[in-house]
């Protein structure tokens, strides 16, 4: 199925797939977004220095707030080794 398929079809596959109802899978997929878009805002917010250190360490847990500080910080070196070696 290409992911070019419309949307009507692409809801209806999905609970046909999972045998239940198109109102159940849009509710899911609601929440789902919701979550990953509040993930992305948390992130966000800590990078720009709005939010504390604490908060997105209670919200998103240690490891996530791990893999973010660890991604912050090579692009931080790449930046740094690019202006030095321009």
């Known amino acids: 199925m290409s ?5 009507t079809h692409q809801l209806a596959f999905v609970a046909a797939q999972r045998h239940t ?4 899978i849009l509710a899911q997929a609601l929440r789902e977004g919701v979550q990953t878009l509040y993930r992305e805002a ?4 800590y990078l720009l220095q709005r939010i ?11 490891e996530q707030l791990a893999e973010l500080e ?4 090579v692009l931080v070196r790449d930046v740094a080794w690019g202006r030095k070696h321009a």
């Open 42 to 45: 948390l992130l966000e917010a």
């Open 21 to 24: 109802d198109e109102d159940a």
């Open 70 to 73: 660890y991604q912050r910080d």
């Open 52 to 62: 504390s250190r604490e908060q997105v360490l209670q919200e998103l847990g240690p």
């Open 3 to 7: 992911m070019q398929a419309p949307f």
